[in-house]
């Protein structure tokens, strides 16, 4: 049985700053981590990967069982060459039907790389990283000495106390020394390393490395930095605050200060949709609906507050936490983007290893209003299935001219989501609302980009939505079941409608506010 399955080894080596040119993903129903949407001429093309490979092993390390965001984390730290031993989609599903061992059939083709790795090869774990620890100093000083060790660079942690500042920050004997306040300090003396720690005064920032972290970057040809650091051990997290508009917007000034190009928040109204979301005065934006704010100029970022006339997400952190990413170089973002990262989605995840954007994934806000022949679209769903999606759509129809499309994955109904929503009663709440109808759609690519990161599709992520249309003039019979009253959520949209835009004033400080 396992004589007629051929597993293929290709190594996928890319050029620096360039992508591999694939798609990793998991699909439910389906078994396996899959090779999808293999680029022509890319990287992945020229070692032979093919669409519907499952991955076998990265590196000689079985990966079959594990999970999918490991398996990622793997790929992402292999720097520029990885290599995969795949199965073709036939055989895959042939193997998993007669029950063949696929770890030890990895065994017997994998070669090279699967005798570098340390440990037994059924111990599939993610790759090691290195990790920042913050230290804070305490009236003993931080409670670790430094030592040199021939033969080997840097300077490593020894008599570490065990109730000091380092042991709490999550630093442990023997630990390697990389970077102090993000830069790199290998190639210091011992000398030079304790006077930057002595000027960091009480708080420093400590990349850290081990034997295993090591053996395994030198056997990838990869530098130890920040950028590949694991932030676990970091005791300040950024802040992801969602706010629903209210009837006088959210509740905050926005204020860009002149002096650090920040994006500070001003004048919270105790009890506004911002309070209660959690936004506290002075917090600083870092992202606005998933997106980076550092270097844009306030206009830029009110705008992108504005595009969703009705709620915005808001990535923020307090100055403490500000001080210490800033400590470290790194943007708080990578915090948020290393924890989504590698967070599995519950139905499908898609990990994208090259980052080129060719889809545009933002969902799209279409109104419109019943014409004679009804809304204009039928909606649709697979059996077991997730997802309800919108098919039939007649170009000239209401829903056709808001800009639905077929094939649109439907994901809010007036701006209640219905994504969990059985589909009878997606279909009654869409025929109870009347005349007017509003819905918040997305592209086929869209919805598995969102759901592949784990990502949930808020209206606030749309581009900004046009204006809803006239009334149809035609008359139709009317239909006893659908006089029910519009919801609350588009009831305080209308209503507010007149005071979303800005009001600007001028402070003494030359700085901006924005009232939001």
Not at 132 to 160: A, D, H, N, P, R
Not at 319 to 339: C, H, R, V
Not at 371 to 381: A, H, I, Q, T, V
């Amino acid at each position: 049985m396992a004589s007629a399955l051929q597993p293929r080894e290709c190594t996928v080596t890319k050029k620096p700053q360039k992508k591999f040119g694939f798609f990793l993903r998991v699909e439910q129903d389906t078994a396996g981590h899959i090779i999808r949407n293999v680029e022509r001429g890319s990287a992945a093309d020229r070692a032979g990967l093919q669409d519907g490979d499952r991955v076998l092993r990265v590196n000689g390390v079985f990966v079959d069982k594990e999970e999918h965001a490991q398996v990622v984390e793997m790929v992402r730290n292999s720097g520029n060459s990885v290599v995969f031993l795949v199965l073709d989609d036939a055989s895959y599903e042939k193997a998993q039907k007669e029950g063949v061992n696929l770890e030890g059939l990895g065994q017997k083709a994998s070669t090279g790389q699967q005798q570098e790795q340390q440990g037994p090869p059924s111990t599939a774990t993610a790759a090691p990283q290195p990790w920042l620890c913050y230290l804070v100093k305490e009236e003993t000083g931080y409670g670790f000495s430094l030592k040199s060790t021939e033969g080997q660079k840097g300077l490593f942690i020894v008599e570490l106390s065990s109730q000091g500042a380092a042991a709490k920050a999550g630093v442990q004997n023997n630990d390697r020394l990389i970077e102090i306040n993000g830069k790199n300090v290998e190639n210091d003396t011992h000398e030079e390393v304790v006077e930057k720690v002595k000027k960091s005064e009480n708080h420093v920032m400590f990349l850290l490395s081990n034997e295993e972290t090591d053996r395994y970057f030198t056997s990838q040809r990869m530098a130890l930095s920040k950028e590949s650091a694991s932030l676990k051990l970091l005791p300040l997290k950024p802040r992801l605050i969602e706010i629903q508009k209210g009837k006088s917007g959210y509740g905050f000034y926005l204020r860009l200060e002149q002096n650090t190009g920040d994006h500070i928040i001003k004048d919270v109204n105790s009890g506004s949709p911002a309070a209660m979301a959690g936004l506290k005065d002075n917090d600083i934006v870092v992202a606005v609906n998933g997106e980076r704010v550092d270097g844009l100029d306030h206009e830029s970022v009110v705008g992108k507050i504005k595009q969703s006339e009705e709620r915005t997400s808001l990535l923020v952190v307090d100055k403490e936490t500000d001080s210490m990413y800033k400590l470290a170089q790194i943007s708080p973002f990578s915090y948020y983007y290393k924890a989504q990262a590698s967070t599995p989605a519950k139905m499908e995840e898609r990990v994208e290893l090259h980052t080129e954007q060719k889809v545009n994934h933002k969902p799209r806000i279409c109104k419109m209003v019943k014409g004679p022949n009804g809304f204009g679209f039928s909606l649709n769903m697979i059996k077991n299935k997730p997802g309800l999606f919108i098919t039939e759509v007649h170009s000239q129809g209401a829903a056709g001219r808001a800009g639905v499309e077929n094939n649109d994955f439907l994901v809010e109904v007036n701006g209640v989501n219905v994504t969990n929503e059985p589909y009878d009663k997606v279909v009654a709440r869409i025929q109870s609302t009347g005349d007017r109808l509003t819905l918040l759609v997305c592209s086929k690519d869209a919805y598995r980009y969102f759901q592949g990161q784990n990502i949930p599709i808020t209206a606030s992520m749309a581009e900004p939505d046009t204006p809803e249309p006239p009334a149809h003039t035609e008359n139709h019979p009317a239909e006893p079941e659908r006089n029910s009253p519009e919801p609350r959520e588009r009831a305080d949209s209308s209503s507010s409608s007149s005071q979303s835009a800005a009001s600007t004033r001028a402070d003494s400080d030359n700085s901006d506010d924005t009232k939001l």
